[in-house]
């Protein structure tokens, strides 16, 4: 078991580009979700998949935002035209399909954005 | 009213004493319960999760959970200076759903 690997850690963005982060979920855990974290609060949910079905979508996720999980492996989460307003940290997420109640996620290290 | 409300703190706790976290949620659907553990940098590490009513133990730590009441509390036992972190509360189930709410953490500063 690994863990949840993000990359990268770190980055710096110019205002108007895109931007692409990655995240490897622990190995046969079937759901992945993303979240955003700004300082002083919680983190907020993104988008989250079953496999590779994207099951569910926050509003906070603007048309800007797409993210895909092909074959339900890794996931990637792209932000065009970025914002100043996108700086954050952007978390991944993963959890097995519980055979107990509690659905326990596990959080990988972040990529942290910053736009200029 | 926010889904999930901690209080934000600073709970400043002196080392070997018992901190005392609550959170309040506003979901009466809502189906389990975690605590996470966030050092300044990092990312949300999680140290409790909890389904029933009651308390669940493990180590240093006990959750507590009252649904009638709609909260959830975390004991911090014998308190160390390595405890200092921000603690998040997070729920899932009913409306939610799969996916945590959060509340927006409790900041514990464990003094030597």
């Known amino acids: 078991d690994t863990g949840v690997s993000q990359n990268p850690r770190h980055k710096i963005t110019k205002r108007g580009q895109n931007v692409t982060f990655r995240c490897d979920p622990i190995s046969e855990h079937n759901r992945l979700y993303w979240y955003r974290q700004t300082l002083g609060q919680g983190p907020e949910f993104l988008t989250y998949?079953?496999?590779?079905?994207?099951?569910?979508k926050s509003r906070l996720l603007s048309d800007r935002f797409s993210a895909e999980r092909p074959k339900g492996s890794f996931s990637t989460l792209e932000i065009q035209r970025t914002e100043q307003g996108d700086s954050a940290m952007y978390l991944c997420?993963?959890?097995?399909?519980?055979?107990?109640?509690?659905?326990?996620?596990?959080f990988g290290p972040g990529t942290r954005l910053t736009v200029t | 009213q926010k889904e999930v409300e901690q209080n934000s703190g600073p709970l400043s706790v002196p080392e070997g004493a018992i901190a005392s976290l609550n959170c309040t949620y506003s979901?009466?659907?809502?189906?389990?319960f975690f605590w996470y553990r966030q050092y300044s940098g990092k990312s949300p590490e999680l140290i409790m999760s909890?389904?029933?009513?009651g308390d669940k133990e493990d180590g240093r730590f006990t959750a507590q959970l009252n649904k009638a009441s709609q909260y959830v509390s975390l004991l911090i036992r014998d308190s160390q200076p390595s405890d200092s972190a921000t603690y998040l509360c997070?729920?899932?189930?009913?409306?939610?759903?799969?996916?945590?709410?959060f509340g927006g953490g409790t900041r514990v500063l464990v003094k030597p």
């Open positions: 998949f079953q496999n590779e079905a994207q099951l569910e």
């Open positions: 997070a729920v899932n189930g009913g409306a939610a759903g799969n996916k945590l709410t």
């Open positions: 909890i389904y029933s009513n």
């Open positions: 979901d009466r659907g809502s189906q389990s």
């Open positions: 997420a993963s959890s097995a399909i519980p055979e107990r109640p509690e659905d326990e996620q596990y």
